[in-house]
């Protein structure tokens, strides 16, 4: 699951340029309390489908760089409007060569609080 990547991470300890490391996913320590609480949703709610590794495809698209994709799904639609659509109505946009299977009751079992949440995590999810 957590993509190793020896000459980077040594570059960054080298220069510790923290800094340069952030937009990695798995070295993200920089996250607000919202984006935090979000990750910890998406552990509980999302991660049995979805991958944070570009090339493990479990039910769902992996969504490694998912903020960089959502902005480029839906014609005039940006990357937080497409990803709480995905959310609280996610047969409304179906990726390519995925089925419908997404559970529809997610906007219900998840408070708007926590669909912010994970809108907000998903949003630090860079290539
Ligand atoms: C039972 C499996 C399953 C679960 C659980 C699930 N998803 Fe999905 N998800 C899918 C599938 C399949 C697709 C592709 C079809 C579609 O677009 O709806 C998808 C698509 C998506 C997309 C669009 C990705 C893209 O590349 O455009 C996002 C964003 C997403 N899911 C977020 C979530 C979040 C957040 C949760 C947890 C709250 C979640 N999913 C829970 C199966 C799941």
Redesign the pocket.
């Known amino acids: 699951m957590v993509k190793i990547r020896p000459g980077l991470l040594g570059l960054c300890a080298l220069a510790a340029l923290l800094a340069a490391c952030s937009s990695q996913p798995t070295l993200n320590t920089d996250h607000s309390p919202q984006e935090a609480a979000g990750q910890t949703?998406?552990t509980?709610?999302?991660?049995?489908?979805?991958s944070l590794n570009a090339d493990t495809v479990?039910?769902?698209?992996?969504?490694a760089g998912?903020a960089t994709?959502?902005q480029q799904?839906v014609v005039g639609m940006d990357a937080s409007t497409?990803?709480h659509q995905?959310?609280m109505q996610?047969?409304?946009?179906?990726?390519e060569g995925?089925?419908?299977?997404?559970?529809p009751t997610?906007g219900q079992?998840?408070s708007p609080e926590?669909?912010d949440a994970?809108?907000a995590?998903?949003l630090t999810l860079h290539e």
Do not use: K, N, T
């Open positions: 949703l998406f509980r709610h999302c991660a049995a489908c979805h479990i039910v769902g698209p992996p969504l998912i994709q959502a799904r497409y990803l995905s959310i996610p047969s409304a946009y179906l990726v995925f089925s419908d299977l997404m559970p997610l079992v998840l926590e669909v994970l809108v995590y998903m």
